[in-house]
């Protein structure tokens, strides 16, 4: 018998980020190998809003938004992780259309 399935709805100010994994070493700006095993210490990372709570008011699905990974909750859902946090928990976010930005774009 197949179980029914359930949509996940995210509660308060809570937001849903999906978030790539790294893959390994990467590069510099200036194409230096950074090995995997170089760890950064509060590195920041970008990901993106895959789900909002109602009382979320800055950021919408599908923006891509500045955390730290480290102090969130991961969940795994279909075998694919992902970050819950506080609203309030995010740096910054990158919208298409802003009104005061930083003048630097991804």
Known sequence: MEEPKFEIQMLHDRV???VEQEAGERRSGSGIVIP???KMANR????????VGTNVRSVKVGDKVLFNPEDQS???VHARVYL???ERDLHAVA???T??????YL
């Open 99 to 104: 009104d005061h930005g930083t003048g630097l």
């Open 74 to 76: 991961e969940v795994e």
């Open 44 to 51: 920041l990372a970008w990901g993106e809003v895959c789900g």
């Open 95 to 97: 919208t298409q259309e």
């Open 36 to 38: 995997a095993t170089v």
């Open 16 to 18: 849903m980020i999906s």
């Open 84 to 86: 819950v946090m506080r």
